[in-house]
């Protein structure tokens, strides 16, 4: 069933509508996977489902082919307290669709759905193509993509949509949080006290400022660490034993969590807890098929400095959507609908030439 790209792209935005007015924080994302499967059935296509994670395989797919994964999210995090509008009334003012969840990434989600359909029923491609609309993105929960990526047939290249304006990020940084200690004296505030934990704490703080790690990315550039947090005692009185802190480090493409988290380990001056090494860094080659047909049709490529989905992938990938980053998580979010008809546009072309 050949299916005109103009009605694709209009039944797309009624599909993002929905899913604004439609709750769906990380956890939450019943109703939404609901309303997708729907609306992908409503053309035809075999769903299938894993918790609130929603996916689909293109009507000819071939074991014997390489496979592309199309992915994009329909979970939100929750409005913040300067909403000036609805986050869940889905309305159109000056070519503008507000709502929560409306760039983030419901734009990138309901064109990567309308371009899957485009494909759906297309013979002879060169991959097979996966779609899929996961959960838990926000809060990188067990139940995310990281969950469907095990029963999923192996992926080879993958498409995560993330507001990036169309252009092509071809490498993300990772993501470790680390809890660290910064021991001292427990003591009456009265007394003397030279190992007081908060003046030590200064100095600590200092070496964190000041500290830069050796490998620089062409594409990613430094590792950035950022003190995040901090916090220490209960009582005016007392000196605390120790001062927690929090430190968000995002990782290059030249290190690994784990060599990050061995060097912090060996060189802070602080007890360094990681939270968790999976959210490692990602990348393209900026020779690939799929980079070479985006760059052809005059779209840029840059690294990325914030995270997504792609952390879960071992495969090559590139984040690319409609939308802007900056909106991402703002009050009164917003995507322009014509973002939403030039993203779709795109894909299907940058798709076209890389399944040729």
Known sequence: MKINQETLTQKAIELLKQLISTQSFSGEEGKTGDAIENWLRGFGVETERQFNNVYAFNKYFDKS?????????HDTVKPNSAYTKDPFNAHVEDGKLYGLGSNDAGGCLVSLLATFVHFYEMENLSHNIIMAATGEEEDAGEKSLTALLPILPKIDVAVVGEPTLMDLAIAEKGLIVFDAVVSGTPSHAAHPNNNNSIYNTIDVLQWFKGYAFEKVSDVLGEVKMTVTQISAGNQHNVVPAQVDLVVDVRVNDCYSNEEIAHLLEQEAPCKMIPRSLRLN????????????SGVSLGRKTYGSPTL???AALSCQSVKLGPGDSTRSHSANEFIHLHEIEEGIDLYIKILTGFLK
Not at 65 to 73: C, E, G, V, W
């Open 65 to 73: 082919k390489p496979t592309l994964l199309l992915n994009s999210h």
């Open 281 to 292: 860094s990602s990348a393209i080659d900026a020779e690939h098929d799929l980079v070479r």
């Open 308 to 310: 997504s989905d792609q």
